[in-house]
């Protein structure tokens, strides 16, 4: 069977994906791929006479159920016609499953994936590639947001921050969910979309340094997501890094299987996969005996548009934290939070590279 990739464009209101999607059709198009994509199916019946608003809660049940139903049966439509096509397929959608949940309680969603026959995990974590959440311009690039300057729109701006938070949470839990930033320069945010969507395509991509700084926490951190990540590194060839990540989030644990092949000074291969519980156990036996497993706790949360994640080490170093920021480019200046106290500068500097923290007796 052909290994077709079904990529997410998801995100908050005003993010850009109708943008991005078109660049995404020219791009892999342009590469030798047919693009199949997935049209948003929540504006199709809001154009149709649904109305989410409603105060109908049984008319608001069997639509949002109706809604569901549909996004699954046009993604399994499209994959079935894409493993007839002779060359290389991509299946986009915009927006996926688990969008539908981040507008309604969880008991709600609950009793709808249940009458439909499917679950939250089969959903958010099994169905899909990647998802890449594009940031909404609510936070961060608020002039791009309206145009109007009146009270309503503040209002908006707060719903739409409300919203973007929302669906980042639901889809929490996916192994390649990647959060993509607000950026000076749009032109940024839409490459940094097509670079990830490769990687899942298994497309060497330049290598790239996020910037990482040791800091210090003076406060709380608001809307962060937590979790505790064990990290083994496994005997691998020169050049290439193997790791096994066990990611555990309210009560569930993730197991993803990374690779990041070498291929020179400027350019990698990363592949990531989601594995089972019963395959990271045994894979677990081929850990390197030269460097030891690495706990720590991470929490992950957007500032000013800029998407970060904070790692506090426990194993097998403690006392450190480590922030990293994701998809902010060189000549971008770094928005550093009010509860976040800088130490120092580390980028680049190898010592702080995980898979060196993992050498024994370091």
């Known amino acids: 069977m052909k290994d077709i990739k079904k990529i997410v464009l998801t995100g908050g209101p005003c993010a850009g994906k109708t943008t991005a999607l078109v660049r995404v059709i020219e791009h892999f198009s342009s590469l030798g791929f047919k693009v199949f994509t997935i049209p948003e199916v929540p504006t199709l019946f809001s154009q149709a006479g649904m109305d989410y608003l409603t105060d109908n809660q049984a008319f608001f049940y069997e639509g949002e159920k109706a809604t ?25 959608c915009d927006r996926g499953a688990m969008d539908i949940s981040a507008y309604m309680k969880p008991e709600l969603w609950e009793q709808i994936t249940k ?22 311009a609510a936070d961060g690039a608020e002039q791009f947001y309206t145009t109007t300057n009146n009270k309503q729109r503040t209002e908006g701006l707060e719903l739409a921050r409300l919203l973007d938070k929302k669906v980042i949470e639901a889809w929490t839990g996916h192994p390649h969910l990647r959060v993509i930033n607000n950026h000076e320069d749009f032109d940024n945010k839409l490459n940094r979309v097509l670079k990830e969507i490769s990687n899942v395509l298994g497309i060497p991509q330049p290598i790239d340094e996020e910037r990482k700084y040791i800091v210090e926490v003076v406060g709380d951190i608001p809307d962060s997501i937590d979790s505790e990540i064990t990290q083994t590194y496994l005997v691998a060839e020169p ?24 291929l020179s000074d400027k350019e990698q291969l990363e592949t990531e996969r989601q594995i089972n519980k019963n395959l990271y156990v045994s894979l677990l036996q081929q850990a390197d005996p030269y460097r030891q497993t690495i ?37 971008e200046s770094v928005k550093f939070p009010p509860f976040l106290k800088v130490l120092e500068d580390i980028t680049g500097n190898t010592k702080y590279y995980n898979y060196n923290i993992a050498i024994k007796g370091r």
């Not at 569901?68 to 986009?92: G, N, T």
């Not at 009458?115 to 909404?136: I, Q």
């Not at 050049?239 to 070498?262: M, S």
């Open 68 to 92: 569901l139903e549909m996004q699954l049966a046009l993604e399994d439509k499209f994959l079935k016609m894409a493993e007839q096509y002779h060359e290389p397929s991509l299946i986009v």
């Open 115 to 136: 009458a439909v026959g499917t679950t939250t995990a089969e959903l958010r974590d099994r169905r899909y590639d990647a998802v890449l959440h594009l940031v909404s």
């Open 239 to 262: 050049d290439c890094e193997v790791r096994l990540r066990k990611r555990a989030w309210q009560g569930k644990d993730v197991y993803v299987h990374t690779t990041k092949k070498k």
């Open 295 to 331: 706990q720590k706790m991470r929490r992950s949360f957007i500032w000013k548009g800029q998407y970060f994640e904070l790692d506090t080490f426990q194993r097998p170093i403690s006392g450190l934290t480590i922030l990293e920021t994701k998809g902010v480019t060189q000549h």
